[in-house]
């Protein structure tokens, strides 16, 4: 029954036959494949990747948690599979032990803390193993929005060290014994920072076994269990002690403060969740979009049946009440530790918001380029990229006014508004908008030409649109079959206004321009993306083309 509810949440992997893209996963593949070409040329636990950074190499293995990778190395060294599907057997093996540890811990949980319950222990082993895998972050965020294998793998880790410490405290046995040291060492050893948070709720329940008291704690009476549940999570940080240490004792040689250091992007006080996205239903993620905005909730169902465990506990329904307790208080904590009103300032959720506006202004940006693609309306398109500026502008300015009304500051930092907007528009996309004027002896703007005296043709390429950034440093190339156009090949740079200027003299007699006299050809960017132009209809272009 246990499979079957994990079959489930298998299937995603089951039937497609790669990886979601532009996930952490792609990263997981390649750190196995470069674990295993280094194990078979005789390193077995190497903490130098030569082959990363351009050939410089990198110490991920000295710094990051190996379990999920030697996990996969198993399968990955059979000459049928390799890197991706190695990977992927890890997210499933880590879904599977998540469903297989829960079961078995709530099982015996319940059938020794509650009387009588020997018919319902293995249906609320089922309904918490379901609970357990399917939240959305287990089973859906982590494993596929994110690709986190270490992660993902820890999750499943973790009920499996409860369970073992659970079974040796109830039957002081030497197997449950070594099964919790080796478990509580894989906690360790799959992911750095939730090692730390699963290796504290492991300690606390073992302290909380002495807190309760005879009679009511897991411990059985004259047991070594009585005396060795702390010397159980001690031996498991000592059997991971080869990592642990080193990472420890050299963390000086690495720069680990943009990982946990103040203000980084990976500080604490950057991500915490209000209690309305905790509590919240999950969305659905648009694919589509370059700068996903994923939900970390904890599921509807899982915080529902957990409000209901907790109503049952404390009025003392649900049979021993101080072993349910602990986890009542355990919860509450963390999900009071994760609401942001006990963490984030004023200051730092202006600082955030403009982050996520940031974000939206790029999404913003790539719908107006993809209704460009299947539309090709150039004035629905200029409309639409300056409704996101002006939503960028309004949404930053609300911000600081927000801070600056409840006495904070709001600084721009690193990046301005300015600097965001730069950042997102050099990078998002890759169209040009090219003004093409012809001017008369004057300098005046005209259609009709003449072969007594040249014309001066000027190609001014912005970016997006006819406002834009001028683009410098574009080759252009002007050709027709009517004139000459100099200088000579018809090639010209633009200069720091993006313009590139070109004298046109003209072989025929006086006319129109029509839009097959006057066009231009496929030319080299100067180092920037190629882009989109318009052909020369009476000064504009009219179609798209490239350049």
Known sequence: MVLLICFVALLPFLLYPDLPQETDAELHIYRLAELSRLVRGGEFYPRWSPHFYYGYGY????????????????VEIWPVFNAVLAIKFVFMLGLVLAGLGMYGFVRDFVRQSVPGSAQWCRPAGYVAAAVYVYAPYIQYVDPHARGDLAESFSFGLFPLALWALHRFARTGRAGPWLAACFAIAAVILSHNLMAMVFFGLLTGWVLWQYVI????????ADTPSRYLLPVTLLAGVGLAAFFWLPVALEQEAVNLSSLIGDGSHFDFRNHFLTLGTLLGFSPRLDWGATEQVITFNLGVMQWVI??????????????????????????GLLVLWTGATHAVDPAQKCQSGKNKEAGKYAFCLQKAEAKLVTTGDTAKYSAAILKCEGKLADKWARLE???AAKGASCPDDPLTEADFKKVIDDNSDNIYYVDVVLLDALGEPTNTVTTTRPNRLEVTVTKKNKNGAPIADVIVTVASTIADIDPDQGSGLTNADGVATFRVHFLQFPLRMQSEDLSTLPAETGGNEPGTVRRFVSGRFSQRGAI
């Open 59 to 74: 110490p991920i293995f000295n710094y990051y948690a190996p379990l999920g990778y030697y996990t996969g190395l198993l």
């Open 213 to 220: 008291g005879r009679g009511q704690s897991a411990i059985a």
């Open 306 to 331: 957990g409000l209901l465990g907790a109503v049952l506990v404390m009025s003392g329904r649900a049979g021993n009440r101080r072993q349910g307790l602990f986890f009542v208080l355990a919860a």
């Open 401 to 403: 006014a927000a801070a």
